[in-house]
């Protein structure tokens, strides 16, 4: 067996050879072709993230950063990214956190690609890899930044059926990729609250994206720190089908193409929380990224940019409304933090999530 994630020609074989595959299964396969041979960003790419958008992004999360190790009391920490692109974000938040003697001991990206390693490493030449949490050093507390990490995490989904819930499962019919209703009666794996939806729902679950939480929450609770997960997403439980392709910044189908489109789907931040909540780790009301990002002090950074390069005015505008008006990412998206116990509140949220 070769080394790597399988192309997708061996994935449409794989699939069309054995029994059909989870949409979990199709996901992380199909995800880790992708992820692993190209710089998926940028107008060239398939899709463009808040920090490509504006350096304001990132300013932002670092003042949140500085604000809150300031109020824990200035400790030694460690800077941590999952998923963290081309590093762009972590280059505009350190820079933002140096400004307040905000310095990290160590930055420390968690990424598997070693398309967009290399490119981080451009940005971030001191910067540690590293292939899982698991793998981050011990030694002081952690400020961990989740950006749009979640969302491209393998989910499963249920679809409701005649005589109960089935998981739902990708099959080969001639030369395409189908969804179908697996053979398997698996309603204990439907949220309570759901179970009695008509037939045709579908509901998913995220337990890989709720483990990586959990062990993100255990190093908060052991060695101190903060997280701040920032995707789209709502707060469940939930049904529906958020499974989604990107391709040239356009949606498509997305079983069309395996291995060569983005894969993603909506977070249910309340797994997240509820993983968090496990471990003792205290989690935040969730915001919406715009609401987060105007009581972090965008505006004030929009009008500072403006009279610094007053012909860019009505760019850094337009970049600063992309981000926080709710026509475009401002209410789509969604921010929780989550904090070490015994750690401060966090700046930005109205209180704590129930």
Known sequence: MPDGPPTPQQLIRDIAAARPMSVADYMAAANGHYYATRDPLG???DFTTAPEISQMFGEMVGVWIADLWSRAGSPAFRYVELGPGRGTLADDALRAMARFGCVPVGIDLVETSPTLRAAQHIR????EHHDEVDALPDDAPLFVVANEFFDALPIHQYVRVADGWRERMIERRDSILAPVAGGIQVDDAIPAALRSQPEGTIVETMP????IMQRCAFRLARQGGAMLAIDY????PAAGDTLQAMKAHQFTDPFADPGEVDLTAHVDFTTLAAAAHDVGVSVSALA???EWLQRLGIDARLRSLSVAAPNRAEELKGQ????VEAIAMGSLFKVMAF???????PAGFTGDAA
Do not use: I
Request: glycine fraction near 18%; proline fraction near 10%; hydrophobic fraction near 40%.
């Open 43 to 45: 107008t060239q790419g």
């Open 288 to 290: 919406t990224q715009g």
């Open 320 to 323: 600063r409304d992309r981000l």
């Open 208 to 211: 890989v994206a709720a483990a």
């Open 339 to 345: 904090t070490a116990p015994g750690w401060p509140a």
């Open 233 to 236: 997403g709502y707060a469940g």
């Open 124 to 127: 971030l030449p001191a910067a």
